[in-house]
């Protein structure tokens, strides 16, 4: 008997074996169970008259056997359900199958005993057919229902959901009497409302369709939906379809809010990239056609600091971020003053260099680690998604990298305002022979201001290695979406790169429903070429005199 | 006569039209004349070769006219080369007929391949020669008129005219990937048979569109030379060198740089259909952004508003690539990006501006 009760606990769901607690749980309800032996050898014939030929013999076999309460129950249906309920050939013993281990070996299905192993051909499956699968499935949700751990049974009321019905009411008041977790009662109330639906009182159908009225799961609504066509009553069949116009209502408010979403993530991704453009291009009027490989040296960062600290993902995040902003910003640095500080005033020769480097840096990368993709591992909370209810859900990984978007714009923005730098790198960009003569050593305010650029598309890599793949031709894909953005939101203004970035990530994700995704694209592109005749300097361009040239 | 007083004034122009004139009678000869067996003999593939960077020399010539006069630095020059390939290429797609692998007389293979029952409307049409020339020199010519209509009337200009024009360019690309557009998806057009009843495969075809590609580069550099000489071209380099000021003094800058946009790009479209059948394909890789952005960079090495350094610097780049990337694959991305570098910082004019100054500073 004690080896029966820990099997219970192994084959328990959901790990509810490994808690203290739950064990010595157990240990009591042994005692109770082996005070009453006339209920264990009840629970012995009713397993045994599972091993029946025919397919309603043994949905009765299965009702009785729950009516029994024993503990093992569970077990036996879970093996059932998986096929592993199988019957001895030689003694026609009902018993439990476990062949994971590379060998067959047989449990006693009533008690637990281990019985050995046996050959292939020594036992026989008891099988199974859809109908039986949604019994069992039905008598094992019923009996999780009664477990200890809340997300047991939030799933069990949640696989009953297709068979409720008023017969069923009792089980679940009941269940709903006893239940103190809060979304586990609310999900027990619709269940209740359901099964509510199918009864013979009007004023209990009319009851539940006011309760349901509220609910978005799709069960409550395909019921609603046939009641508003075959009810009896003109007037259930009118309150069924008011509740389902609100339903229909609030769950298109969710899709709605869901494409918003997609929207701000592929808005804040466009931010990411094009914010650091937006220093370089907008405040010092350099095209960097080497930006997108910026981003992509910052995502193989993230990649190499992986690869250093294998065993601490969950930091390399943390470590990733400053690391790529270095390096990428270093790079930068580079760049503008071996390249570009000769080039100043010649933005299409600007262009051009840039674009060259892009090409060298994006094959140092191919010959140095690899042509192909490299994996960068997504950290424990990182992955995963944000359940806000039935129909709409987060994922962590799109959710933390808008606010780490807008964290990486408030911080930019601090340190154009805020800073001595920011001052020096706004007073050189409004006016460069005065800000040399106030005393700014313009050349190094010109290279910082290229490095910090550069250093923020490095952290737009630690981001983006997050959704995306890593390559070597990762960047290409971001450099023209980058510009588009910029040019859309202004040049040298970060508030219109904001609000570029949104504007167009949340466009794309609502035109991508009615044109593809291909199209969308090219649908935004031609409306930012058609945007640009109306307002050739952006969303908010730049006031004064500089605007002229 | 008009042709001796143009050569006078222009010796780079006299060098390369005689090299091409060498070309047209060397060529043939060396081809079809001399036997294989003679090391003198010139293989069919480097004529193709050679076909290839003409066509590459009047692409380069097209966007000069417009970079190195005009001062637009176009980086979409690759989607008119492309349209004018795909004009082409879906002639002769049509002229297969049922000699396809489906033996479909009406439509191309990768139709009947995509359960299309009839042929899209903007297909008719190109079964004819002359309705797919016209074709070829309109459509680029229309895409130029309206990008650059509403380009140049709103007066974008310098690096934002050159990031709209790659963003058009790589709109598409997407575009023609898409089998939904009619034009071969990802694949494109390709399994050509023959151009105006003459095997794309035999030898004399060859150097037929090798000639065709010789012509059409001398006809090109004498139409952009004229261009550039008449008092049309004077006004374009005032716009290039004082836009405002040009437009000042009374002149409708937006209707010149239009007609030289135009024009410019009828003459990519023109190289891009004398290119299709010598390479025998024609897919959306042609649109991408990188194509034209590396055409800028021949122009460049070339030396910009010269005509003839373009040329140069078109056939001199594509030696070196076709070269590198046989010999030494990975050195030849490294070298490109390194020659971007070193031009743009070391030699603005190109190697005819090195050339040049190398001839002041002896005389």
């Known amino acids: 008997m004690a080896r029966s009760s820990a099997q219970y606990f192994i084959r328990y769901p959901a790990g509810a074996g490994t808690n203290p607690w739950l064990r010595l749980l157990g240990l009591l309800l042994l005692l109770v169970t082996a005070c009453n032996p006339l209920q264990a050898q009840d629970f012995s014939t009713a397993v045994q008259t599972l091993d029946t030929k025919s397919f309603s013999a043994k949905e009765e076999a299965i009702s009785a056997l729950v009516e029994t309460g024993g503990d093992r129950t569970l077990t036996v249906l879970q093996a059932m359900l998986e096929g592993n309920l199988h019957s001895r050939n030689e003694d026609g013993l009902v018993v439990i199958l476990d062949d994971r281990g590379g060998e067959r070996r047989i449990y006693d299905a009533a008690q637990g005993n281990d019985l050995g192993t046996v050959g292939a051909r020594e036992t026989r499956k008891i099988g199974i057919n859809n109908s039986l699968r949604t019994a069992l499935r039905g008598a094992i949700a019923r009996l ?243 359940e806000i209810n039935a129909v709409l859900s987060i994922t962590y990984n799109r959710l933390y990298i808008v606010i780490f978007a807008l964290l990486v714009f408030v911080a930019l923005l601090a340190i154009l305002k805020k800073t001595t730098l920011g001052l020096q790198v706004r007073a050189v960009a409004q006016n460069r022979p005065m800000a040399r003569a106030m005393g700014i050593r313009s050349e190094w305010v010109d290279a910082m201001t290229f490095g910090l650029g550069s250093g923020i598309a490095g952290v737009a890599g630690v981001a983006l290695s997050q959704i995306t793949n890593v390559g070597p031709n990762m960047g290409q894909a971001y450099i023209i979406d980058s510009f588009m953005v910029v040019v859309f939101g202004g040049v040298a203004n970060l508030w219109g790169t904001l609000v570029g970035a949104f504007t167009l990530g949340i466009a794309n994700k609502f035109l991508e429903p009615y044109s593809g995704a291909v199209l969308a694209k090219i649908l935004i592109l031609v409306f930012i070429i058609l945007f640009i005749q109306k307002r050739p300097r952006g969303l908010f361009p730049q006031k004064g005199r500089m605007a002229e040239n | 006569m008009l042709l001796t007083r143009f050569m006078h004034s222009d010796r780079g122009g006299s060098i390369l039209l005689g090299l091409l004139l060498l070309a047209a009678i060397l060529v043939p000869l060396l081809n079809l004349a001399v036997p294989e067996s003679s090391p003198l003999h010139l293989p069919t593939y480097t004529v193709t070769l050679m076909g290839k960077y003409l066509c590459y020399a009047l692409l380069a010539l097209a966007l000069d006219l417009v970079w190195g006069y005009c001062g637009i630095l176009s980086l979409g020059h690759g989607a008119f080369f492309a349209l004018g390939g795909y004009a082409m290429g879906m002639h002769l797609m049509r002229q297969v007929g049922d000699r396809g692998v489906y033996g479909n007389p009406e439509l191309p293979d990768f139709m009947v391949f995509l359960n299309w029952q009839e042929l899209p409307w903007y297909w008719y049409g190109f079964d004819m020669f002359w309705f797919a020339v016209l074709m070829v020199l309109l459509i680029p010519g229309l895409l130029a008129f309206v990008f650059g209509w509403f380009a140049f009337r709103s007066r974008v200009t310098g690096v934002y005219l050159s990031i709209m024009t790659q963003a058009l360019t790589f709109a598409l690309m997407l575009a023609f990937f898409r089998n939904e557009m009619g034009f071969g998806g990802n694949n494109g057009l390709t399994d050509f048979k023959d151009i105006l009843g003459f095997s794309l495969q035999a030898d004399s075809t060859r150097i037929g569109l090798f000639l065709a590609s010789v012509i059409a580069l001398a006809g090109g550099y004498l139409a952009c030379r004229f261009i550039v000489n008449s008092k049309f071209g004077r006004v374009i380099v005032a716009i290039r060198d004082a836009e405002t000021r040009t437009r000042f003094v009374g002149y409708q800058v937006e209707r010149y740089k239009l007609w030289l946009f135009v024009f410019s790009a009828v003459l990519a479209g023109i190289a891009g259909a004398l290119y299709v059948p010598q390479v025998g394909i024609i897919n959306p890789g042609e649109f991408a952004p990188l194509n034209s952005i590396e055409l800028a960079i021949w122009v460049a090495v070339g030396g910009r508003g010269t005509l003839y350094g373009a040329a140069a610097g078109a056939l001199l780049v594509n030696y070196a690539k076709t070269y590198l990337t046989a010999a030494m694959p990975e050195v030849w991305l490294f070298a490109l990006g390194a020659l971007f570098v070193l031009v743009t910082i070391l030699l603005p004019k190109g190697i005819i501006g090195l050339l040049q100054r190398r001839r002041e500073g002896s005389a």
């Open chain 1, 144 to 386: 999780n229902l009664g477990s200890p751990d809340a997300t047991v049974r939030l799933a069990a009321v949640q696989a009953m959901f297709s068979e409720l019905e008023p017969r069923l009411k009792p089980l679940l008041q009941e269940a709903l009497a006893r239940e103190e977790d809060g979304k586990v009662r609310d999900l027990l109330t619709t269940a209740i409302a359901i099964s509510d639906l199918e009864n013979d009182d009007t004023a209990l159908q009319l009851e539940a369709i006011e309760i349901l009225d509220d609910s978005i799961l799709p069960e409550a609504r395909n019921r609603l939906a046939v009641l508003a066509e075959q009810a009896d009553s003109p007037r259930l069949r009118e309150a069924a379809h008011q509740a389902l116009k609100n339903i229909e209502f609030r769950l298109q408010l969710y899709a709605l809010a869901e494409t918003i979403f997609f929207g701000m993530s592929l808005g804040s991704v466009l931010l990411l990239a094009a914010i650091g453009l937006a220093i370089t291009f907008g405040v010092m009027g350099v095209i960097n056609m080497a930006h997108g490989e910026l981003i992509m040296l910052g995502a193989y960062t993230t990649y190499l600091v992986q690869l250093a600290m294998p065993n601490h993902l969950e930091w390399s995040m943390l470590v990733a971020v400053p690391a790529a902003f270095l390096v990428s910003g270093a790079f930068g640095v580079a760049i503008e003053r071996s390249v570009i500080r000769f080039l100043y005033g010649r933005p299409l020769e600007t262009l051009l260099a840039t674009f060259g480097i892009s090409l060298i840096l994006q094959q140092l990368v191919r010959s140095a680690i690899s042509a192909q993709n490299v994996t960068v591992a997504n950290p424990g909370w990182m992955s995963g998604s944000l």
